[in-house]
């Protein structure tokens, strides 16, 4: 028997749970955030990565940001063998993203990605400890975030979300300025395929 990892957010089944299906959610994901694999990229490929994790990886779509070794960490068993029939090449681990089953200074990077607005901030700020335990150089965060100028459509396409903890680009950053040997030297916004979501994405170093 699989062992349970699932947070409150992860048990809230929509549609019946129609849209907690991989296959579907995925689809669901492409027409509605879409584009945003292709953006981040772009963000992240100067960094020079040979190793990267993929905290909360879902289907397993991050794996195609770059030509590096991708691993891909998900509480959710249906979700992690979907990920790794779909991409044969990468490794899929399922388990919890706040006590993660790796050593220290296991990856160049560590990517939480689309991910943050299913935990408080408590558990928030644990995951990132764990992020950096983990990390060699950089830990990369992703998120669609709120903000003033959001539109109706954009508010209740964000209320059908599982998580519901969606922040502002500056109240992620302070969350991520209270981490410890670890600065932020990149932060960007952009806006996904066909711009229902604006994302924030912020790149930390890690302090030796």
């Not at 849209?19 to 995925?26: A, T, V």
């Not at 998900?74 to 979700?79: G, L, P, R, T, V």
């Not at 200074?105 to 939480?112: E, I, R």
């Not at 109706?152 to 969606?166: A, E, K, Q």
């Given at each position: ?12 089944l929509?549609w ?59 509480n959710s ?28 200074n ?16 408590e558990?928030f700020?644990?995951?990132l ?53 670890a ?7 952009y806006r ?12 930390l170093?890690?302090?030796?």
């Amino acid at each position: 028997m699989e062992k349970d990892y699932a947070t409150e957010a992860d048990r809230k089944l929509r549609w019946a749970g129609i849209l907690e299906y991989p296959i579907i959610s995925r689809v669901i994901r492409q027409c509605l955030d879409g584009f945003k694999i292709e953006s981040l990229s772009r963000i992240i490929s100067p960094y020079p990565l040979e190793e990267v994790l993929d905290v909360c990886c879902g289907t397993g779509e991050y794996s195609r940001l770059g030509k590096w070794k991708y691993t891909g960490l998900d509480n959710s068993h249906s979700f992690i063998e979907y990920a790794q029939r779909k991409y044969k090449y990468c490794r899929f681990v399922q388990g919890d993203a706040m006590q993660m089953p790796f050593g220290d200074n296991t990856f160049d990077a560590v990517l939480f990605a689309c991910a943050s607005h299913h935990f408080p901030e408590e558990a928030f700020g644990a995951i990132l400890e764990e992020m950096r335990r983990i990390s060699r150089k950089y830990i990369i965060v992703d998120n669609a975030v709120t903000s003033e100028s959001q539109g109706l459509i954009s508010t209740f396409m964000y209320g059908l979300d599982r998580g519901t903890m969606y922040r502002t680009a500056d109240h992620i950053e302070q969350i991520l300025q209270k981490l410890t040997d670890a600065e932020i030297i990149q932060k960007e916004t952009y806006r996904s395929f066909p711009g229902i979501y604006l994302h924030a994405v912020f790149i930390l170093e890690i302090i030796i």
